[in-house]
Each structure stands twice: as structure tokens, then as C-alpha cells.
């Protein structure tokens, strides 16, 4: 066997966040900054792995960061701790059932920003997941379903982390997306719009603790729900629809009520945006105002926004931005803006003189394999 490429995306959640794992809706968007990885085989039964990541602002410059990894599948497999990532896609692979019988030293790297919020870890998953079965020849390498199925198992399931699928399922399939999670089936709506105007991605420069983010945003909204089964509600739409249920919500904690009733909106946001993306009379305006409405739900609701990305937004809009909010979990890490093309530069020149990096991203395919030249 030569060697083998492939490549999966990160992704913009447009709207959704902290929906997925509730058994709502996710409207997200594959965008051009990629996990690589590239597998040549060995003579023996380990997996030698390589990671290194790039500054996503910096593409054509140095690898700043390389990891190691290293996993013998001859043996019972071992995690060293809660997300020990590698070591968990080959035992949730051979638990499906798929063949490993070869040891391969694989390359990767990545374009994604690390830790900041832009699925970096989901996307390495999905990449080498991808590439092992291309490597296996196995029929599910070209599915991209089932990939991030598998992945959301090696992420969330193997550890009973808190996330949710919208990562893995916005890397696998690619493009814009609308994912409904309802039941724990996963629908998939492709949408077949080329949003009009540009989205900009910036790095407030803030590390942050997904986990403990998921948490403080999840844990409330849970524990509310539970407490109002005896009334008969099981679900944030149970008082989207039925308004007289609001009532209960006196019945909660404070940050159990907050939490739910940002929930609630940013469920109706979500449709708002999705009539939008499919009406032939798309408005740049309307989608703006609609960003911006969830981005206030996750800082005053969820509390998920800090200082920085506060001020990027701020500085963005006195420039032309037409909304903004944090991507991903929150707590740090990056956000974007969605502008006209014309505003585009003023936008990122404002933000970067502030010391925030900047990146305009385009909407991208999902998991493919790369031509080796």
C-alpha cells in the first residue's frame, strides 16, 4: 500500500449552540481550514502518530507544535486519561467490528486553531477515523454518516463527556448543514444556499476549558428539565409550543430558569434562520440581527462570552458587521462576524490593530481523500 491522504473541516456553528445535546436543531457550516492526515504502512501492529498544528492566520508558515502518539492494538488498549482521543477510536473501531491488522505511522496536521472552540479535537477524530477505514478499504470510508457516528462514540460516548454530535456530523458531511438530533436520531438536511457576504474568524486569544464550559452550560438546563417532568415537559419545545408552561419555570432555580429561557429563544432563532436560508428572499440584514440575538442569549443566558470576544465584536461592528457571536462551547477561544463583502477588510484591519488574528473563511466540502502528488 502507498501512502494514503485525507482531510476533514472544521466548521461555524451558525446557529445552535448547546442545542445539539438537548435533542434540538444545529445549523452549522463546514469552512476551509482542515485536519490532514496521511497513513503509510508498517510491519507490525502499531500506530505511530504524528501531530502538528499551524497557526490558522499563518497557513504558509512553520509548524509550531508537533505531539507524539503512540498505540499497539496487538495488546488490550489502555486510556491514560478522559480524553485520550487516539487510543479510543481504535477500540471503539474494533468494537464495531472493523478489522485493524496492519500498523501504519501517520502524519497529521492541523489547520484548526487548537483548544479555541473550532471542534479541533472532533475534526483529528473524524480525519483519522476516515483514514483508517480508507486504509481497511472498508465500505463505510466513503459514509460519511457513519464516520461521524463513530466519532461522536470515540469523543463523547467512550469518556460520558458532555457534547454533543454537531462537530462531528458538521466535519464528516461538510458544507451547510441543518442537523436535528431529536429521539437520537440524526436527520440531515443539506441546504443548498451559498450564503450571500463573508464570515470572519478571529482568535480572542483566550484558552478555554470546553469541558467545564459544556458543563455549566448543560448541568442547569438538565437538572431544570428534570424537575419539571412531573409537569409533563420533557424538552425545550415543550414550552416553545405550549407557552402556558412557562409558568413552571418560577418553580427553578435562577440559573436553571436563565438557562432554559435562552434555550427556548435560541430554538426559535434557529427556525427563524432556517426559513431565512431557504426563502428566496434572503435579507444579509436579517441573518446579521439574528446572529446577533443568539450571541446575546449565550453571554446573558449561558454565560459563555468573555471581555475579549466582546471587544472584537464591539470594535467588528463599528466597522460593518452586521452580527457576531462566539463559536462553539464559549468561554474563550474564537468568534466570528458575518459582513458584506465590501466591509471584509475594514473589519479585519479594525480587529487586528487590537492584537486579535483574523481569518475571512469559505464554506468547504466534508471528509475527503486528498490526491498525493
Same mark, same amino acid.
Given at each position: 500500500m502507498g501512502k494514503i491522504k485525507v482531510s476533514t473541516p472544521s466548521r461555524l456553528c451558525i446557529f445552535g449552540e448547546h442545542q445539539d445535546y438537548l435533542g434540538?436543531?444545529?445549523?452549522?457550516?463546514?469552512?476551509?481550514?482542515?485536519?490532514?492526515?496521511?497513513?503509510?504502512?508498517?510491519?507490525?501492529? /502499531?500506530?505511530? +502518530?504524528?501531530?502538528?498544528?499551524?497557526? #490558522?492566520?499563518? !497557513?504558509?508558515?512553520?509548524?509550531?507544535?508537533? $505531539?507524539?502518539?503512540?498505540?499497539?492494538?496487538?495488546?488490550?488498549?489502555?486510556?491514560?486519561?478522559?480524553?485520550?482521543?487516539?487510543?479510543?477510536?481504535?477500540?471503539?473501531?474494533?468494537?464495531?467490528?472493523?478489522?485493524?491488522?496492519k500498523g501504519y505511522d501517520i502524519t497529521m496536521v492541523s489547520e484548526i486553531p487548537i483548544g479555541k472552540g473550532m471542534c479541533s479535537s472532533s475534526t483529528m477524530i473524524i480525519a483519522l477515523i476516515k483514514l483508517l477505514l480508507e486504509v481497511i478499504n472498508s465500505e463505510d470510508k466513503n459514509n460519511p454518516e457513519?464516520?461521524?457516528?463513530?466519532?461522536?462514540?470515540?469523543?463523547?460516548?467512550?469518556?460520558?463527556?458532555?457534547?454533543?454530535?454537531?462537530?462531528?456530523?458538521?466535519?464528516?458531511?461538510?458544507?451547510?448543514?441543518?442537523?436535528?438530533f431529536?429521539?437520537?436520531?440524526?436527520?440531515?438536511?443539506?441546504? /443548498?444556499?451559498? +450564503?450571500?457576504?463573508?464570515?470572519?474568524? #478571529?482568535?480572542? !486569544?483566550?484558552?478555554?476549558?470546553?469541558?467545564? $464550559?459544556l458543563s455549566t452550560a448543560k448541568i442547569p438546563v438538565i437538572n431544570g428539565l428534570k424537575k419539571l417532568k412531573n409537569k409533563g415537559i420533557k424538552t425545550i419545545k415543550d414550552f416553545v409550543y405550549n407557552q402556558d408552561n412557562l409558568k413552571y419555570l418560577d418553580d427553578l432555580e435562577n440559573d436553571e430558569k436563565r438557562n432554559i429561557l435562552a434555550n427556548i429563544d435560541n430554538y426559535k432563532i434557529l427556525q427563524q434562520g432556517k426559513k431565512l436560508l431557504i426563502d428566496n428572499k434572503f435579507c444579509e440584514e436579517q441573518l446579521g440581527e439574528l446572529i446577533k440575538r443568539h450571541h446575546k442569549n449565550l453571554?446573558?443566558?449561558?454565560?459563555?462570552?468573555?471581555?475579549?470576544?466582546?471587544?472584537?465584536?464591539?470594535?467588528?461592528?463599528?466597522?460593518?458587521?452586521?452580527?457576531?457571536?462566539?463559536?462553539?462551547?464559549?468561554?474563550?477561544?474564537?468568534?466570528?462576524?458575518?459582513?458584506?463583502?465590501?466591509?471584509?477588510?475594514?473589519?479585519?484591519?479594525?480587529?487586528n490593530k487590537l492584537g486579535y488574528p483574523g481569518r475571512i473563511v469559505q464554506c468547504s466540502e466534508g471528509m475527503r481523500k486528498e490526491e498525493i502528488f
Open positions: 434540538l436543531e444545529v445549523i452549522a457550516q463546514a469552512i476551509d481550514l482542515r485536519f490532514y492526515a496521511e497513513a503509510e504502512e508498517r510491519n507490525d501492529k /502499531n500506530l505511530n +502518530i504524528k501531530i502538528g498544528s499551524k497557526y #490558522f492566520n499563518e !497557513l504558509d508558515g512553520d509548524i509550531y507544535r508537533w $505531539v507524539n502518539h503512540k498505540v499497539d492494538f496487538s495488546s488490550k488498549i489502555i486510556y491514560e486519561n478522559n480524553r485520550d482521543y487516539i487510543k479510543s477510536i481504535v477500540n471503539v473501531l474494533l468494537k464495531e467490528g472493523y478489522r485493524l491488522d457513519r464516520v461521524a457516528y463513530l466519532g461522536f462514540l470515540a469523543e463523547v460516548v467512550e469518556f460520558n463527556e458532555p457534547g454533543g454530535m454537531m462537530d462531528h456530523y458538521a466535519s464528516a458531511i461538510g458544507g451547510l448543514v441543518n442537523l436535528n431529536n429521539n437520537k436520531d440524526t436527520k440531515v438536511d443539506r441546504l /443548498n444556499i451559498r +450564503i450571500p457576504g463573508k464570515f470572519i474568524l #478571529f482568535d480572542s !486569544l483566550v484558552e478555554k476549558d470546553t469541558t467545564k $464550559v453571554r446573558d443566558g449561558l454565560k459563555i462570552s468573555t471581555p475579549e470576544i466582546e471587544e472584537i465584536l464591539e470594535i467588528a461592528y463599528n466597522n460593518g458587521a452586521l452580527g457576531g457571536k462566539v463559536n462553539g462551547s464559549g468561554g474563550g477561544g474564537c468568534c466570528y462576524v458575518y459582513a458584506k463583502d465590501e466591509d471584509c477588510n475594514d473589519i479585519l484591519e479594525a480587529v
